[in-house]
């Protein structure tokens, strides 16, 4: 059973970077799958970010891309999120979640963590 | 980008009614990658359907999936007291995109 696990600052300074990590356990990032991130302003719906497989490819959300960095440690069994020069409007709880292949559904979810960004 | 629309925003039914829930593509979904989720409050969303009518491990069979295209149907055959929650439709053949979502509340 795969299992994600969001860390990260809960609170971000307007125009500054915001960084997530995903811990997996239960499954080897090596072995395969897609790693991605998805967010949700309070009381909204979910925005795609990106992802990425454990070779490094990446795709991301074409509204976000100049923004976004997802990366890999294979070594620490984890993937990372960095989205630059945030707003308000990036104000959201942020999913990492796994797909088994590029044209697959999100089958595995952290449980989430809110990211507030203020002043 | 493909966008989807779902509909009712609300729908309001009581325990052992039926629902049905539309979303609708603004082109066709290939190969029909189109999931539903269905997401509690202050809980990450669960899938439910995938390749439009294919029950995720451990689904309850009461909730079923069809549609080909750009239109697409999760029915519920009888609400249970657990099923009243937002449902998001997810297109995943291009790029990956959701639609908005439907309340289902108690009525």
């Known amino acids: 059973q795969v299992q994600l696990q969001e860390s990260g600052p809960g609170l971000v300074k307007p125009s500054e970077t915001l960084s997530l990590t995903c811990a997996v356990s239960?499954?080897?990032?090596?072995?395969?799958?897609?790693w991605g991130w998805i967010r949700q302003p309070p009381g909204k719906g979910l925005e795609w970010i990106g992802s990425?497989?454990?070779?490094?490819?990446?795709y991301y959300n074409p509204s976000l891309k100049s923004r976004v960095t997802i990366s890999v440690d294979t070594s620490k069994n984890q993937f990372s999120l960095k989205l630059s020069s945030v707003t308000a409007a990036d104000t959201a709880v942020y999913y990492c979640?796994?797909?088994?292949?590029?044209?697959?559904?999100?089958?595995?979810w952290g449980q989430g963590t809110l990211v507030t960004v203020s002043s | 980008e493909i966008v989807l629309t779902q509909s009712p925003g609300t729908l309001s039914l009581s325990p052992g009614e039926r629902a049905t829930l539309s979303c609708r593509a603004s082109?066709?979904?290939?190969?029909?990658?189109l999931a539903w989720y269905q997401q509690k409050p202050g809980q990450a969303p669960r899938l439910l359907i995938y390749?439009?009518?294919s029950r995720a491990t451990g689904i309850p069979d009461r909730f079923s999936g069809s549609g080909s295209g750009t239109d697409f149907t999760l029915t519920i055959s009888r609400l249970e007291p657990e099923d009243f929650a937002v449902y998001y439709c997810?297109?995943?053949?291009?790029?990956?995109?959701f639609g908005p979502g439907t309340k289902v509340d108690i009525k």
């Open positions: 979640a796994s797909r088994l292949w590029i044209a697959a559904p999100n089958d595995y």
């Open positions: 239960g499954y080897s990032i090596s072995s395969g799958y897609y």
């Open positions: 990425i497989y454990h070779s490094g490819s990446t």
């Open positions: 082109q066709s979904v290939s190969s029909s990658y």
């Open positions: 390749g439009a009518s």
């Open positions: 997810q297109q995943y053949g291009s790029s990956l995109t």
